[in-house]
Structures are given as structure tokens and as C-alpha cells.
């Protein structure tokens, strides 16, 4: 059901590495584009990424740095803009 999904994962990991997990980290923890999963992402990235202990390291720290950044981005954004948007949108959201 979803070969594809982790396909292009697989696919993209594959082709930027550790920028890839960064990025998807950061989409993903910001809300900004919830399209793949952390729980996707994550032990295919590892299984290509991760080949000792060096690289663990290196991964989890990419990781890491990745959800920091977007954690960060969705608080100034919503901080930011958030009470603009409820009142707006507060009755289409509950």
C-alpha cells in the first residue's frame, strides 16, 4: 500500500543523505508539510545512512538538529500568527 511512499523515500535518502533526513525532520515538526512520516523516514534513512558508530552518531544528530529547526519554525510561526488565524479561522478549526 505504501511501496511508493517508502520508495521515494528510499529514493530521495539515497540521493541527498543526511541533507534528506534534515530536511524531512524539519518539514515534518513544523507542520509546514506533513507528507511522509517521521516513523517512515527515519529507519529507512538509517538503514542506508548508518554503517558504524561514527555515522550513528552523525545521524542522530542530523536528526536531532532537524526537529530542533522545525520545532522552532512552527513556535515563531504560530506565535507569530497564530492568534491572526484563530480569529479568522477559529470557527472552521474548533
Known amino acids: 500500500m505504501l511501496d511508493w511512499l517508502v520508495g521515494s523515500v ?14 524531512y525532520m524539519v518539514l515534518e515538526t513544523a507542520f509546514l508539510v506533513h507528507f511522509v512520516p517521521s516513523e517512515v523516514v527515519v529507519p529507512v534513512a538509517a538503514s542506508q545512512l548508518v554503517h558504524d558508530g561514527p555515522s550513528f552518531v552523525l545521524f ?9 529547526v522545525g520545532s522552532l519554525l512552527a513556535y515563531t510561526l504560530f506565535g507569530r500568527y497564530g492568534a491572526s488565524l484563530l480569529g479568522r479561522y477559529g470557527q472552521a478549526i474548533h
Open 60 to 68: 542522530v544528530l542530523d536528526a536531532t538538529a532537524g526537529a530542533t
Open 10 to 23: 528510499f529514493d530521495f535518502v539515497q540521493q541527498y543523505g543526511y541533507l534528506a533526513v534534515f530536511v
